[in-house]
Nanobody, 122 residues
Framework: QVQLVESGGGLVQPGGSLRLSCVAS????????MGWYRQTPGKERELVAN???????NYADSMKGRFTISRDNGKNTVFLQMNSLQPEDTAVYYC????????????????WGLGTQVTVSS
């Protein structure tokens, strides 16, 4: 299987910055897109940003200009640089990867991390 482990969350003051990281490991056959989602209690999980293997990025409108997604294909790692954070950015941030494992190389599916808490508060 493929495991995703996020890191970099924490408490930050409004206007501050955080950088999230996510490493994919395990029996990886191929990873295509990677991305970040976030969720707050009582709400559906929403897209923050995603990025292709070629580096093409897509952002949710409210994150454009503040967040930057990047990846290191050789290390199966995706990053999210978050600037100008606001209290409404408080959420659990989840890493996502689309790909397959050696257990079944022809079955592409979504993989998810356990999430990392980001809290923006003064």
């Amino acid at each position: 299987q493929v495991q995703l482990v996020e890191s970099g969350g924490g408490l930050v003051q409004p206007g501050g910055s955080l950088r999230l990281s996510c490493v994919a490991s395990g029996s990886i056959f191929k990873i295509y897109g990677m991305g970040w989602y976030r969720q707050t209690p009582g709400k559906e999980r929403e897209l923050v940003a995603n990025i292709t293997t070629g580096g093409s990025a897509n952002y949710a409108d409210s994150m454009k200009g503040r967040f930057t997604i990047s990846r290191d294909n050789g290390k199966n790692t995706v990053f999210l640089q978050m600037n100008s954070l606001q209290p409404e950015d408080t959420a659990v941030y989840y890493c996502n990867a689309f790909g397959s494992s050696w257990n079944n190389p022809y079955l592409n599916r979504d993989y998810w991390g356990l999430g990392t808490q980001v809290t923006v508060s003064s």
